[in-house]
């Protein structure tokens, strides 16, 4: 005999439906005796105040979704019930409407027109129709101007204009204007609204038309949280994008991670809040250290009559120099930390001992007179002795709190990047749109993006990388986009080139049919005789070898001449040969004749004589 045990619990099973198929999980229920084993709970950290703040749960949830952009099906323009979102409601419309159209192809402006005047709603439509129907020639030049991209701005600009008799494409400023004014007057007292606060910004901010003109908009937010917040989240995103100036959405964002975090140490504190046993614990490496009791700042009130309060503190190479240098603690020449007297000003004692002067300066006392000079300083009792030694940073400098090397404009919406020493001492010499054989250079080196050969240069001293959108903010250097050369289609042209085609082809059917038609008028031949044919066969053979023999007395012919060229060119030579001797010849027969002459005469006279 078996014993049956039954278990009854509040699930029922939903009802089976058959275009739904089996059911996955069961329906949540708020009410019964079974507790939800997956419902988020409290970390047990001991001290837990449940009174105090109650941090929220990380929802893990994929259900969620962006706005559709409707560009397959439109959407209607119908005025919202809250008329303040209007701007908002046509800014959305106007964007799914040019999508929607540049996927129709129109090729007829009226076309256009009408398909835009069919998104309206049903007043909208009303009101647009008794327009067009009151000014017929203003509807008409909407029409003329209704071409390509621009057309479909120019109509919806119209329609705007027809229900807020301004548009932001056309010049009006109004919207902006509103917005400036909303965004002056906004403001965040109480720290717990901060998030409402941030949220509504940045979409007030967006309507200004000046996030990226100047920095007025990104450093009024700073301005704007509640308290110190703002100074100290600045603080924390100067140093993680250094050099950024403008760029008021980054900011918000950085600002939720900067609180989300300070909401992960506030557990974390909260932990240890009652760990009170720490100071009877010892700690190595944890030593106390005294407290400087003053601080020193540049002075702004020294006019030659030194204070009390007004010392000279240079390095000691630059005070070596100067003779007339006295002791800041006796007033004898020598340095306070060399000075071997007894009898010390005590007051002075104690603000040198509560200085944490760097060891290569040294503190001198002012004489009266001395002209003013960035190294005279006022020391005063409970200020921040670190005021006096700030950084300034140039467009690439060196920071030494971290030693690293940085690239990029001061004011600008992009932040500095770090470099090596190597790169950052490098006389770059940049080769523009050529191949980068190393594939680890691929990338640009400040957006860390892939670069194109057309759009990016490289250093190959430091191997550098740079597209052209980084190149200016952090070389100084402007890179052009290489484009390719395209041909532009043009439907006029291809239809005027199809009718040159067609009107060649009927001409030259037109002469084909001519031709056809004069060679049917021609009558036809009538059959040879064996007899003629013979003969014609005959008189062809005799005319080809008197032909060829033709042929044969034409190549001799040619050979004869080339023989008659040679040898009047050998007789030109001879010719040439024997003027020369000649020449040689003539002057020497002369010679011997008068020398004849000579004799002969001198043989006459001496018969005369004899």
Not at 224 to 244: C, E, Q, W
Not at 251 to 258: A, G, M, P, Q
Not at 566 to 574: H, N, P, S
């Amino acid at each position: 005999m078996h014993q049956l045990n039954s278990v009854v619990s509040n699930y029922t099973p939903p009802q089976m439906v058959a275009s739904m198929g089996p059911p996955s999980y069961p329906p949540a229920r708020t009410n019964g005796s079974l507790e939800n084993p997956y419902r988020p709970t409290r970390p047990d950290h001991g001290d837990y105040d449940r009174r105090g703040v109650r941090f929220k749960s990380n929802n893990y949830s994929e259900e969620w979704d962006l706005p559709s952009a409707h560009h397959q099906n439109g959407a209607i323009l119908t005025i919202p019930t809250n008329l303040g979102a209007f701007d908002e409601v046509f800014l959305r419309w106007e964007s799914i409407t040019k999508n929607l159209v540049s996927l129709q192809g129109f090729t007829d402006n009226n076309d256009k027109a009408e398909f835009i005047e069919n998104l309206l709603g049903e007043a909208e439509n009303l009101t647009w129709m008794q327009w067009r129907m009151a000014f017929p020639n203003e509807y008409q030049t909407t029409i003329n101007t209704a071409d390509g991209r621009e057309g479909t701005q120019n109509i919806i600009s119209q329609i705007r204009r027809i229900f807020m008799l301004e548009d932001p494409y056309q010049g009006s400023t109004l919207i902006q204007d509103e917005a400036y004014r909303d965004i002056e007057r906004l403001s965040c007292n109480n720290l717990k609204d901060v998030l409402q606060f941030m949220n509504e910004y940045m979409r007030i901010a967006a309507k200004t038309g000046r996030m990226f003109t100047s920095p007025e908009r990104s450093e009024k937010f700073w301005s704007k949280l509640p308290g110190d917040l703002g100074s100290r989240i600045k603080m924390a995103f100067d140093m993680r994008y250094s050099g950024n100036q403008v760029g008021v959405i980054p900011r918000i964002l950085f600002t939720y991670r900067y609180l989300e975090n300070e909401c992960k140490e506030a557990t974390f504190h909260r932990a240890l809040k009652g760990l009170q046993f720490c100071n009877q614990i010892p700690i190595p490496g944890y030593y106390k250290k005294p407290e400087k009791k003053y601080g020193i700042w540049r002075s702004t009130t020294y006019k030659g009559k030194p204070h009390n309060s007004h010392a000279r503190i240079e390095k000691k190479k630059h005070l070596i120099r100067n003779k007339n240098c006295k002791c800041f603690l006796c007033g004898e020449g020598h340095f306070a930390r060399e000075c071997p007297n007894d009898k010390k000003s005590i007051k002075r004692v104690a603000i040198f001992e509560g200085n944490d002067i760097p060891a290569d300066c040294e503190i001198v006392s002012v004489d009266e007179g001395e002209a003013e000079s960035d190294a005279i300083y006022s020391i005063s009792e409970g200020e921040d002795a670190n005021e006096a030694y700030t950084i300034q940073e140039t467009i690439c400098y060196f920071r030494e709190t971290d030693r690293t090397y940085w690239v990029g404009k001061a004011e600008s919406w992009q932040p500095r990047v770090q470099v090596t020493q190597r790169q950052y001492e490098c006389q770059h010499e940049w080769q523009k749109y050529e191949d980068i054989t190393d594939p680890q250079y691929l990338r640009c080196h400040c957006c860390k993006r892939e670069t194109n050969k057309k759009f990016r240069m490289h250093c190959p001293k430091c191997n550098l990388t740079s597209c052209g959108m980084c190149s200016p903010n952090y070389f100084d250097t402007v890179l052009t986009l290489q484009r390719d050369t395209s041909v532009q289609y043009n439907p006029r042209n291809l239809v005027l080139e199809q009718t040159k085609y067609i009107k060649w082809c009927e001409g030259e059917m037109r002469r084909l049919q001519a031709l056809v038609d004069a060679l049917k008028a021609v009558p036809p031949l009538r059959d040879a005789e064996p007899e003629e044919l013979l003969q014609l066969q005959l008189e062809n053979t005799r005319l080809q070898m008197e032909n060829e023999y033709l042929q044969k007395k034409v190549d001799e012919n040619e050979h004869l001449q080339e023989e008659c060229s040679e040898l009047r060119e050998k007789l030109a030579e001879i010719t040439a040969r024997i003027e020369e001797e000649a020449n040689v010849l003539i002057p020497e027969t002369s010679q011997k004749v008068a020398a004849t002459e000579d004799t002969t005469k001198r043989v006459t006279a001496n018969r005369l004589l004899g």
